[in-house]
């Protein structure tokens, strides 16, 4: 499993735009890159997934540079409803296999 | 959009009681997932579970714990002989078969509360 780097804690403001990086230097070729977001007390919820370049949703977009050793995941126009763990996943794609997460990154959107 | 279900939202127990969690996963789904979250920790893996068996099972997931599909929608955890340190969110996750991609999608969890 490729290890994941994220930021602790981000601090943002309504309508700016979030961009959370996550660095994966050991990120294997068949990888996909996934960004899972968790609001206090409730489970994971899928936010958007990407192999390379740049994949577009309604929620967000995830930008993979050529060497796809990093990814950002970047929210537009944030609101308090953002506020947030998100979290980075690597390299769990096939088969049967558990997700493995890890601290992630806390987003909080003030007002 | 379909969603993962899971009953009871809260379960309050006395320690050495057991308790059954239940899932309803994604209709279509075929692969399912028990993870668990301690307040204030990670989201932890527990089991997984395909073709009516266990495919793959954490150090947690030990005798204490069961999973069973008693029919075509439920999927339930058993846990036997609670104890306090069990108290957690406990999460169930579904996917369907989509190559490589492996996403899941996760209920709103048991809040478990072991006294």
């Known amino acids: 499993l490729a290890k994941t780097t994220q930021p602790i804690s981000m601090d943002s403001y309504e309508g700016q735009e979030v961009n959370i990086t996550c660095s994966h230097n050991?990120?294997?070729?068949?990888?996909?890159i996934t960004w899972y977001q968790q609001f206090p007390s409730q489970g994971p919820r899928f936010i958007i997934q990407?192999?390379?370049t740049k994949v577009t949703n309604e929620v967000a977009s995830l930008f993979i540079p050529a060497d796809r050793k990093s990814s950002t995941l970047s929210l537009p126009r944030v609101s308090l409803s953002d506020t947030a763990v998100y979290y980075c996943?690597?390299?769990?794609?096939?088969?049967?296999?558990?997700?493995?997460f890890g601290s992630g990154t806390r987003l909080q959107v003030q007002p | 959009e379909p969603e993962v279900t899971q009953t009871p939202s809260h379960q309050v127990t006395q320690m050495g009681q057991e308790v059954i969690l239940r899932c309803v996963p994604i209709s279509n789904h075929l692969y399912f997932y028990w993870y668990r979250q301690i307040l204030g920790q990670k989201v932890e893996f527990l089991v997984s579970?395909?073709?009516?068996?266990?495919?793959?099972k954490s150090e947690i997931f030990d005798d204490q714990f069961s999973v069973e599909r008693p029919d075509g929608s439920n999927f339930t955890l058993k846990i036997r002989s609670t104890k306090l340190e069990d108290s957690a969110m406990y999460f169930c996750?579904?996917?369907?078969?989509?190559?490589?991609?492996?996403?899941?999608?996760f209920g709103a969890g048991t809040r478990l509360s072991v006294l």
């Open positions: 579970f395909y073709n009516n068996e266990i495919s793959e």
């Open positions: 996750a579904s996917r369907n078969v989509e190559g490589g991609k492996n996403i899941q999608y």
């Open positions: 990407g192999y390379k």
């Open positions: 996943l690597v390299g769990q794609g096939g088969g049967r296999r558990a997700l493995t």
């Open positions: 050991n990120i294997a070729t068949n990888d996909y």
